[in-house]
């Protein structure tokens, strides 16, 4: 499979192996075309997971991830792709439903967002708070003062 | 306390003796109290709740004099349930979109119990975050553990040995047995079903006796380590969990006894919620759920972890996709984990528990995922190592996060009573929601 989408790819693809598990590290432009290749003809039909990580010292800050698995091939793959600061993604909401909320949590703890996502906003923090806590810069003390001021009635959660 | 009770003690006083001057009326003392409360009420309109979705700056003023003419010929009606609500199991806000009885659309609110797991992983050893994996999925604290300590396991390449394997699975396994007693227990009280919470209960105190004689704890049991156990089974550790399968076997029983052909049960769940193969899939929906839509799929089966290969059982699934179905599957499950710790009690080698383990965990420079069949679904766990002693980034893939996902395409149409119903059968934990 993954020899094929490397023919058709070319270069946009590499895939590697860690620990016996497969994962390939795709560029943002080939995003949603070959989740969608991967949904319809290669049978990965489960979105197990979307998520991200943040390296604020490289130039293209995060990685974001798509964890997939087929029912017909009982295989899982990595799909993961890097993005700079204040760029977006397409959403594959459309490929897969439950991409959703997936999509919202990483939105909401990394500020990435999803293009075409029906419903982008915050999912487990409170809809006005300042900050997306799963950043590196962001502290694990720190907090939205102000945001707790006004809603909580308290000087501070700590 | 007393400032209150007393107020009303005197009161009640007062109006015998029919002497009332010196002291306050009610309704004074009520006005200053609500002005204290004023004082910490937020400038923007917001309740002391902090309830979100609102932003005061949308808020139109109230108008009273005319009438919303939109809202009325809709013939909708949105009204809000929870976050304090005692069928939501948790801290879960779900706004219902109605027209009369009937849902229309929903949307639930979570966040409520958001602790930010995630975010304290990277700031903690690998060993220091085992007992915070406990707290997510509360009432399968072991389950967690165990998909916790085999991916650090599998990212530091040793494996646990083979008696630590088996106690792992018979824990894990009574685990997901108490897990589905309190499911059994709590949703069936939704329904109007008051005994088999007693039954339940009852039955689940014996689980948790042999937890808290293995490791001291009942239900945040932090029973593994990383690359084994802490702690050798105590005396007598077999003999009580074999008691506990004789003694438990008829029980499931006498559950069944009590719902699968009562009239009143087949009524309220028969047909209520159903979620197709196909949307199921869709939706990643994983667990008893998926495999009530008749989806035969179990990671213990698919994609063995620990020693599941060594054991017989079988995977359970329904054809409906219903609020029954989904009752029966976790009936036969907690079955098939009987047979299951049958057979692991049966066959505890001798041997360590524990694997040669570096006391400063170091893992190499990489990345893992790895999952286990949790009593509620596809629990995952995805590590980020940068080769120091903390983690860069762990995801945990929570099942009842993504499983809740599918309330509102369980719900649309159905009625209201039947929210509380799906909410009790997709079996959610909002420890492991909000994490």
Not at chain 2, 201 to 216: A, H, P, S, T, W
Not at chain 2, 219 to 240: K, M, N, S, V, W
Request: aromatic fraction near 10%; include cysteine.
């Amino acid at each position: 499979m993954v020899a094929k989408l490397k023919g058709e790819y070319g270069s946009g693809i590499e895939p590697l192996t860690y620990l016996g598990q497969n994962y390939m590290v795709v560029d943002r432009s080939l995003i949603p075309e070959l989740l969608q290749v991967l949904r319809n003809e290669e049978q990965f039909d489960y979105c197990v997971d979307i998520t991200a990580v943040h390296y604020p010292k490289r130039e293209k800050q995060f990685d974001v991830l798509w964890v997939l698995y087929s029912f017909a091939r009982n295989e899982r793959i990595r799909v993961k792709t890097q993005i700079g600061e204040g760029e977006t993604i397409p959403s594959s909401v459309p490929i897969w439903a439950t991409a959703n909320w997936l999509e919202r949590e990483v939105f909401d703890m990394f500020g990435i967002k999803f293009d075409g996502h029906p419903d982008m906003k915050r999912i487990l923090l409170p809809d006005g708070w300042k900050g997306h806590p799963l950043r590196k810069d962001y502290g694990i003390l720190q907090q939205d003062n102000e945001w707790v001021q006004i809603n909580l009635g308290i000087e501070s959660g700590q | 306390m007393s400032g209150y009770r007393s107020i009303w003690g005197s009161r009640a006083g007062n109006d015998h003796c029919n002497d009332p001057p010196e002291i306050p009326r009610l309704a004074d003392e009520g006005a200053r109290l609500r002005d204290d409360a004023d004082k910490k009420a937020s400038p923007g309109g917001l309740g002391t709740d902090g309830i979100r979705m609102t932003d005061p700056n949308t808020l139109s003023p109230l108008d009273l004099e005319t009438p919303d003419k939109t809202f009325l010929d809709a013939n909708e009606l949105i009204i809000n349930m929870g976050p304090q609500h005692p069928a939501t199991h948790g801290v879960l806000r779900v706004i219902l979109r109605l027209d009369g009885e009937k849902v229309m659309g929903l949307e639930c609110v979570i966040g409520y119990l958001h602790r930010g797991v995630e975010k304290i992983a990277e700031n903690r050893t690998y060993t220091m975050f085992n007992p915070y994996v406990d707290r997510m999925d509360y009432v399968a604290a072991v389950s967690n553990g165990l998909g916790y300590c085999e991916a650090v396991e599998k990212l530091l390449n040793v494996g646990a040995p083979a008696r630590a394997q088996y106690i792992r699975v018979i824990l894990t396994e009574l685990n997901r047995i108490a897990s589905h007693q309190l499911w059994l227990g709590t949703h069936a009280l939704d329904i109007g079903a008051i005994t088999p919470l007693f039954y339940t209960f009852r039955d689940r105190e014996e689980i948790l006796k042999i937890f808290e004689k293995y490791c001291g704890a009942r239900l945040t049991t932090h029973a593994f380590r990383i690359g084994g156990l802490q702690y050798e089974a105590y005396e007598g550790f077999e003999r009580e969990v074999k008691n506990f399968l004789t003694f438990f076997t008829p029980k499931i029983d006498e559950y069944e006894e009590l719902l699968t052909t009562n009239r009143i049960w087949l009524e309220r769940t028969k047909g209520v919620g159903t979620i197709s193969g196909p949307d199921a899939i869709a939706l990643g929906v994983t667990g008893p759920v998926l495999r009530a839509s008749g989806v035969k799929w179990d990671i213990r089966k698919a994609q063995p972890y620990a020693n599941y290969k060594n054991f017989e059982f079988e995977v359970p699934t329904g054809q409906n996709g219903d609020t029954y179905d989904r009752y029966l599957v976790r009936i036969a499950e907690m079955r098939q984990s009987c047979r299951i710790i049958e057979q692991a009690v049966a066959g505890v080698p001798e041997g360590p528990i524990m694997a040669k383990v570096p006391k400063v965990m170091k893992p190499p420079v990489g990345e893992i995922y790895h999952s286990i069949e949790a009593p509620k679904g596809e629990l995952g766990y995805f590590i980020v190592s940068d080769g120091s002693t903390q983690p860069y980034r762990i995801r945990v893939r929570p099942p009842s996060f993504v499983n809740l996902q599918a309330l509102e395409v369980m719900c649309r149409g159905q009625l209201v009573a039947d929210v509380i119903a799906v909410i009790g059968t997709l079996d959610i934990v909002l420890g492991e929601v909000d994490r």
